[in-house]
């Protein structure tokens, strides 16, 4: 099945414009089986997704050994993107060293089975990395010697964002960018764009905040990030849903779904903004079923959003959510 395919950055790739984020095959969001996440892979793949985006943490490895074992048997090889940096100990910006990020480096090459990385991204590290020439050096150097095919960083503000694109070998720049999650339009697209830097949009449902199908009473396993890291207990509260409050998401969320047109579900639409956005190279929503998969790559076959609709979205957010948010990343 074909998808519309965008460049990423100056990397020479082309990916799909819904890829498929593979945190949920890891852990943080309640158990999924490995027969589970092989299912998933299979369904994304043969829905025309050619991005996968995983991480070296996301279950200690096991969501880059699940990516390994689903694409062994399959002559159509996706683009992977990984990340690494979060197995810090301590997570401070000293222990980015050259040693620890080779070693972070070649443990995702055993993961993967591959001899060279796609993509490797900066994981979300402590904000002094990203102005840390050595770290870029050590990853230009991993580039020259075959290990990575190219990098990028994955942040929490803009400004981390802003700060990368100062480094040439920056390729690409994963950050929160949704209904609910606008600031990144207003400098960090367009200096990606005239850098040619790719995007690949992260959260882009709020956490499922944006399917649509929450209320006051969902509940959410102990080991679901939902639960535990509502208040930003484990990591940066704006990674579960958006940085919205819940009950304010919800609001929000059901004026988003009230706004989205006839035959498209809250969730493809809301991913279709993305899509929309210029700068833009993918969205990677993740999925825990088949369902969701088939759900997520809809969004690519739906029309782009009206006029209307881009305004009567940019209501809901200032009037529900950019006192929230806005100020904060």
Not at 127 to 139: E, F, G, K
Not at 261 to 287: K, M, N
Not at 303 to 318: F, H, K, M, N, S
Request: glycine fraction near 10%.
């Amino acid at each position: 099945m074909s998808m519309e395919q965008r460049p990423l950055g100056r990397t020479g790739a082309d990916v799909s414009v819904v890829g498929l984020g593979t945190w949920q095959l890891g852990g943080d969001w309640g158990d999924v089986s490995s027969e589970g996440a092989a299912e998933v892979l299979d369904a994304a793949l043969d829905a025309g997704v050619t991005l996968l985006d995983t991480a070296d943490v996301y279950g200690d490895g096991r969501s880059e050994e699940r990516i390994r074992q689903a694409l062994a048997p399959r002559s159509d090889r996706p683009f992977v993107a990984t990340k690494a940096g979060r197995r810090a100990d301590p997570f401070e910006a000293a222990t980015y060293t050259p040693e620890n990020l080779r070693a972070w480096v070649d443990r995702s090459r055993r993961n993967l089975g591959v001899d060279t990385l796609d993509l490797v991204q900066l994981h979300c590290p402590p904000p002094a990395v990203y102005s840390d020439q050595r770290v870029y050096d050590t990853l230009d150097g991993f580039v020259a010697d075959g290990s990575i095919a190219a990098y990028g960083v994955s942040v929490e503000t803009v400004e981390e964002g802003l700060t990368a694109l100062q480094h040439e070998g920056v390729q690409s720049i994963q950050v929160i960018l949704n209904v609910f999650r606008r600031k990144p339009l207003e400098q960090l697209l367009p200096a990606a764009a005239r850098a040619g830097v790719g995007i690949l949009a992260r959260v882009p449902l709020a956490s499922g905040l944006l399917t649509g199908k929450y209320d006051e009473s969902t509940t959410f396993a102990a080991d679901d990030h939902r639960n535990f890291n509502r208040n930003g207990e484990a990591f940066d509260v704006g990674e579960t849903f958006s940085g919205v409050p819940y009950d304010v998401g919800l609001a929000a969320a059901r004026e988003v779904a009230a706004i989205a047109p006839e035959g498209a579900t809250t969730a493809a639409f809301a991913l279709r903004w993305v899509i929309d956005q210029p700068g833009v190279t993918s969205v990677i929503p993740g999925a825990r079923n088949v369902e969701q998969v088939l759900g997520n790559v809809a969004a690519a076959s739906l029309a782009p959003l009206t006029d209307g609709q881009l305004a009567d979205l940019e209501r809901v957010y200032d009037e529900r959510i950019r006192a929230h948010v806005h100020a904060r990343w």
